[in-house]
Every structure is written in C-alpha cells, then in structure tokens.
C-alpha cells in the first residue's frame, strides 16, 4: 500500500456542502468495467461499444451485440449505465463501417453521422443495447458520438425512444454542439461532454499528434469557456451534462468543472477516487470561485494557478 495520496472518499460525488456530482468510468471492456466497479464508480459515464469490434471484418448480430454488452453491464446492475453508439471513424475506424478514402476522416463521416446513410445499423445496436440492459439489469440510457446540430440529436432521441429506451442523450464534442447546448437540451435528456474531441475541434489540433498537444491542453481558458456554455444550459434547463473526456480524471480540474455547472464527471478507473476525494475537500461556492478565477485567465498555466 502507498501510504501517500487523495483523501478518504466516502464513495457518493459530492462537494463538501452536499452539491451531488457523480463520479463515474469510462469503460470499453467487462475487465474496465470490472476496474471501474472495483474503484467505487457510482455508474458508467462512457461505454465505448466501438471498443467490442474493432477488429470485427463485417456487422456483429444482434445476437453477438447484446452478449458483448451485457458482459461489459454485468458489474452496474441497478446503476446508472450511459451506452454511446458506435464511434466508428477517424482515430477507430471500423472496417464493416467507415469509408477508407476520405480526405480529412476526423471531419468526414464519423460518429452519429454514420447513421445517417445507414440507420439500420443505428436500429440494430439499439436493439441490441435494449436486450443488454434487460440482461444485466443495469439502468441504460444511450448517446450518441459526435454531434453537431439541435436537429441531429432530436432525429436520434427519437430513434432511442422508438427502440424502447428511456433516456436518450447526446455527447458535445463540436464547438457548433457547445453553442447549441441549450436548443440540444431542450430535445435529449442529458448531454455528456468529450473534451478530447472538443478540444481537438476547438483547437484544430489532431488529438493524436504530440507536436501539438500544448494547445489540447484541458486548462486552455477557451476550451473552459465552451464548458461554461453547456454548465449554464444545464442549469437552465434543470438537465444533466456530464464530462467523460480525460479532462474529469485531473483532480483539480474536476473541481473546476463542477463550479461550471456540470453535473457528473467520468473517468478510468485509476482516477476515480481521486476526484471523488478532491470534489469532496471544497464547497461549492469554493468551485464556483476557482472555475472564475480559471475562466479569466490567459492561458492554461495561469487557469492553474487560478484555481489552486
Ligand atoms: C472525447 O472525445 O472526449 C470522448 C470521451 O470520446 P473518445 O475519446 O472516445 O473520442
Ligand atoms: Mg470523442
């Protein structure tokens, strides 16, 4: 045992003064979800089903579908679960799905759009996450990748409810997405942010090549100020947004994005007591203050001295 460390956290995201902000894994396998249950996760902020088929040559059952995700369920019965649909493309493309001529693939069809020339697929999957959820008795709801538009995230609400799935959201991982926090509100559930691709997109900075990573820091003031777009529309609409980008695993940062106003933080499982921990050592007020502080700053070094 190392005997340094985060404070003791007593398993329930929380601020010190009792504002709740769950504290879930990102998961993309049974053994994550295994890691993630094991850590104290309160639920699943992420499930990245694209994982189960990577190297899948043509479309898995329906069948093969719900098996593989109710294996990766398994350990959340009766917790929270948000399942995405396939994020086929770009950095994971897969071969029974994406185009392998496109110019730019991170700008190309990818995500959600994918379903838009095959929603067939999209139909399948659901189909196949409904039984999953049935199976292993967790609390589904399911989002979608990689969306841009009001209208986009109401054509997939509206399939989610079709497939007999309660809760439907959509991930924020488009600055056009972030703008349009409120109107996507209006028409899905909950929002849940990626901050890896928001920031590649808001930065035109591929998340994969080093030689740009300063500017895909989570720190940089522009990327916190898109986050205070979607924490604002959170908070006047009264619906949940989440972060599940590797932003919510910095403990300090969390604090952060919990005085913005977002509502659920998800995370690998090697940081979730952490920010359990660090969420718990302030209050709100004590949040809200830091993500000010971090707002104004010039730069992602400065927003961390403000907020420390
Ligand atoms: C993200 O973009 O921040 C995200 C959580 O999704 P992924 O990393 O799978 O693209
Ligand atoms: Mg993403």
């Known amino acids: 045992a190392v005997a340094q460390g985060p404070a003791e956290w007593n398993g329930a995201g929380a601020t010190a003064d009792g504002h709740v902000v769950k504290v879930y894994g990102n998961v993309g396998s049974p053994a994550d979800a295994q890691a993630a249950a094991d850590a104290g996760a309160e639920g699943v902020g992420l499930f990245r089903t694209e994982f189960s088929f990577l190297d899948a040559p043509a479309e898995p059952s329906v069948d093969e579908q719900r098996k593989a995700y109710a294996a990766v369920l398994a350990p959340f019965r009766g917790k929270p679960v948000i399942v995405r649909t396939l994020d086929a493309g770009a950095d994971k493309p897969l071969a029974f799905l994406n185009p392998d001529d496109e110019p730019n693939?991170?700008?190309?069809?990818?995500?959600?759009?994918v379903a838009f020339d095959r929603p067939?697929?999209?139909d399948r999957q659901l189909e196949a996450i409904a039984g999953a959820a049935q199976d292993s008795g967790a609390l589904v709801s399911v989002m979608a990748p990689m969306v841009a538009t009001a209208e986009e995230a109401a054509?997939?609400?509206?399939?989610v409810r079709a497939a007999g799935i309660e809760r439907a959201g959509v991930m924020i991982e488009i600055p056009?997405?972030?703008l349009s926090a409120r109107e996507i509100l209006d028409v899905v559930d909950f929002v849940s942010v990626g901050t890896n691709d928001l920031a590649q997109y808001t930065f035109a900075a591929d998340r994969q090549l080093g030689a740009v990573a300063k500017l895909n820091d989570p720190w940089q003031p522009a990327l916190l100020r898109l986050l205070k777009l979607i924490g604002d529309?959170?908070?006047?609409?009264?619906?949940?947004?989440?972060?599940c980008?590797?932003?919510?695993a910095d403990p300090r940062l969390a604090v952060v994005?919990?005085?913005?106003?977002?509502?659920s933080l998800s995370m690998n499982a090697a940081a979730v007591r952490a920010v359990g921990a660090s969420l718990a050592a302030v209050t709100l007020a004590e949040a809200e203050a830091k993500a000010t502080n971090a707002l104004a700053s010039a730069d992602p070094v400065a927003a961390r001295v403000a907020a420390s």
């Open 105 to 113: 693939p991170a700008l190309g069809v990818r995500g959600l759009r």
């Open 120 to 122: 067939e697929v999209l």
């Open 155 to 159: 054509w997939f609400a509206e399939r």
């Open 176 to 178: 056009a997405a972030a």
């Open 233 to 243: 529309a959170a908070k006047a609409t009264g619906k949940p947004a989440g972060v």
């Open 245 to 248: 980008g590797e932003a919510a």
């Open 257 to 263: 994005l919990a005085g913005l106003g977002l509502t």
